[in-house]
């Protein structure tokens, strides 16, 4: 496929660097009156769920974290007294959980007592928490609302191929790309449009390079590389989405294109569309939405209200285990929430709706929450928020240009900057007027606790508006991708001074992704042979071949013959495309192979021997 994409390398899949980040997490911490978070390995032992969580699940375990030896426990509940269970080791030995035996009941108050030290313990040693009550079913009549119909069918912009007659993949279109851009592939999951769903690679010209379709009612999200035991891996969500949240599970393959893990949500959740971010640790960060039955008397509404409670758990992927969990409803006031409660709607209010989840070199966690149109930093250890950017009540003065409106994907930059794709607008009862969408750098001050706007950029010629999904990214080559969001099929990459290089649009236009990146991809290899047809007409043969995910092969030979078992080659043509044509004029072989070929001329793939077919 003419000059392979770089060679991927793990540099690229760092996210922050640790001494920038520490810095930047220190002026955050400060900024709100906070202590920066105390180092791994002090005295306390961290426990999960929190002390004081009030919104626990009744199928909950409960992590310890910062211990090699499992510590003496007993478990209590209000009404249904001692619990007892058993331990299972995190993978990286720094942990363990408890699994009690029987799930606890609505509404009690769970007293977790050790002689080890537990974060927020009491001086007696207990850390408590309490479990959640379900709302009242009338309360959740609308909450996941009606299932999306796919209208699938097969557009005219869709691709077809004579080799894969099964793939319809929505088209990429070019409308601009110049020597500046990325040469990196594009990644991006099409979902709930016409014609097939799926995640998808292409090639810096837009050329297919990988589909994968993914039939309704399942639909993915966020498709992306990363890397897990120290290799790239392909990363999406996958599952249904019913008014805007998710109950799926992360999928992991390799670079055979093959599952290596499902992820799920741990603690009786199913997890949530919004973010899957891979660690360097083996483990992985989810996020939850949970209706639970909570006071929203703060807001002028009734004392069992129903409350959709926002969650972020860190997963190990190898066991499962939840090492991490934090709860939107014990640490954030639904004060902060940005809409007006509609109680007797059908609807659980919707007070923070996380959406992004970055982690600073300190292990705390920024969180990008779209209904509070502000970013919260979390501290890693206790839960406790250390600071607000935006919203209502922001810990920092917060200059022009920078208040955001229903954000996306907030990042920790290595430079110390915070990229965010601001949208501009929220979903259901937006209180601001509508503004165009950008991607935004913004800058933390700690000389005078402020915030300013380093640069934005906005979309040059549509002047785009997303009311909600979008991602903004900062390239390898320095470069910033921005994908435009829910309703808007444009990709576009600008130099970080703002000049437009790229830009591209899903085809057929009424099909969008939820996020869009450009990564590295390099020697993948499919499992199975590469997939050919051929038709033999009066004046010659043509011959169809491609291998769905190869990124290697720079060429294609050709071999035919009368006996299947002694065929010779009659040529070699470039790969060009997902399916490359090659035109055999003149002759009517009785057999026909292809053969996939590197640079270097060595064989990737063999296709089957085929007989081409008259027409």
Known sequence: MGPPPPAV?????????????????????????????????????DIYPVAGTKVANPRTTISFRGISTIPKITVTASRSGRHRGHFERHSDHRGATFIPDHAFGEGELVTVHSDTKLTRATSAGNVRFRIYSHPNPDDLRNAYGQLHKDPEGNPKEAQAFHTRKDLRPPDLGIDKRSGAASDDPLFYAVKGGPGQDGPQIRDSRGRLIWFRRIRPPLSPYDFRVQAYQGKPVLTWWQGRVLAGKGRGYGVILDSHYKLVKHVTAGNG?????????????????????????????????????????????????????????????????VRLGTFPVREGSGFPYDPFHVNSVSEDANGNLLLSARNTNALFLVNRHNGNVLSRIGGKKPDFTMGEGTNMIGQHQAV???????SVFDNGGSTQFPTTPDKESRGIFLKVNGGDNSVTLDHQYTHPGEHLFSRSQGSMQVLRNGNVFISWGGGNPYLTEFTRGGDLVFDSHIRPKRDDTYRAYRMPWAGARPTGRPNVVAFTGESGTNVYVSWNGSTDVARWEVLTGSNPDKLKSVGQVGWHDFETRIELKGASPKYVQVRALSGGGSVLGTSATIQPKRV
Do not use: C
Request: proline share 6%; glycine share 8%; hydrophobic share 45%.
């Open 412 to 418: 920790l930059q290595p430079d110390g900057l915070i």
């Open 9 to 45: 390398s793990m540099s690229s899949f760092r996210r922050t660097t640790p001494m920038v980040v520490a810095a930047l997490a220190v002026v955050l911490a400060v900024a709100a009156g906070s202590k920066p978070t105390r180092a791994a390995g002090g005295s306390a032992v």
């Open 269 to 333: 959740y199913r997890m949530d569309q919004h973010e899957f971010e891979l660690t360097p640790r083996g483990t992985a960060f989810i996020n939850v939405y949970e209706p639970v039955r909570y006071s929203l008397k703060p807001i002028g509404g009734s004392k069992n209200g129903t409350v959709w409670d926002s969650i972020v758990q860190e997963i190990d992927i190898k066991t499962g285990l939840v090492l991490f969990e934090w709860h939107s409803l014990a640490h954030v006031s």
